[in-house]
């Protein structure tokens, strides 16, 4: 059986350049860990998300599904969440999309694609309540990329509205929500303006 040991010898040339580096890291590493941020991404193999950002192991807590969604039935990201806000005590949640989405992609299709049309039903329905902007765009490089940045905002509100989040703001708990995406083209990262740091912002950013 092939037990994949190109993977094997790049671990240890990492975990050796790290020692070389810093002697006590994995020492330090494995007491605790203590991250200040949440990234909710998507599975993409193209976002690494530690690497985006510049942040080591233990820096960054994260969470990853296909287009990077926060539906309120799914207790793998609820529990996520919970554990990072009420355990980790993070302070920050970064919701991050990428343009050239796979998933976007696919809601978009007029076929079907299997069991995740279930999960990609959440982006439709995006899709849906901003038909007209999105027909209005033209051409459909363009309505897709718009696309993988309302599906971020929208995420972003979800994240808002768990029982977690608005647990959190209610004990004056310093919590801030964003709305990022990424250029796989270029690498770089963009903010959406979507920063939510409590119910007041919640209702200066998305109404009601």
């Excluded at 080591?56 to 990853?64: N, W």
């Excluded at 899709?127 to 905002?153: A, Y």
């Amino acid at each position: 059986m092939n037990k994949l040991p190109q993977l094997f010898a790049n671990n240890r040339r990492w975990a050796s350049s790290i020692e070389k580096t810093d002697p006590d890291f994995f020492k330090t590493l494995a007491r605790q860990q203590k991250p200040d941020y949440l990234w909710i991404g998507c599975s993409d193999s193209r976002v690494p998300a530690n690497e985006i950002v510049g942040l080591m192991p233990g820096e960054l807590f994260v969470h990853r599904n296909v287009a990077n969604l926060v539906v309120h039935t799914d207790m793998n990201c609820l529990s996520v969440i919970q554990y990072a806000v009420e355990v980790l005590n993070v302070k920050h949640i970064m919701v991050c999309g990428h343009y050239g989405c796979g998933g976007i992609i696919a809601a978009t299709e007029d076929k079907t694609h299997g069991l995740i049309d279930n999960w990609l039903r959440h982006i439709r329905d995006v899709r849906s309540i901003h038909l007209d902007e999105l027909k209005g765009l033209g051409d459909k490089p363009t309505m897709l990329n718009r696309l993988c940045e309302l599906n971020v905002i929208r995420q972003v509100s979800n994240v808002c509205q768990t029982t977690i989040v608005q647990d959190a703001w209610a004990r004056k708990r310093p919590l801030a929500v964003h709305g990022w995406i990424y250029g796989i083209e270029d690498g770089l990262l963009r903010n959406l303006d979507v920063c939510v740091a409590g119910r007041r912002d919640f209702k200066r950013v998305f109404g009601g």
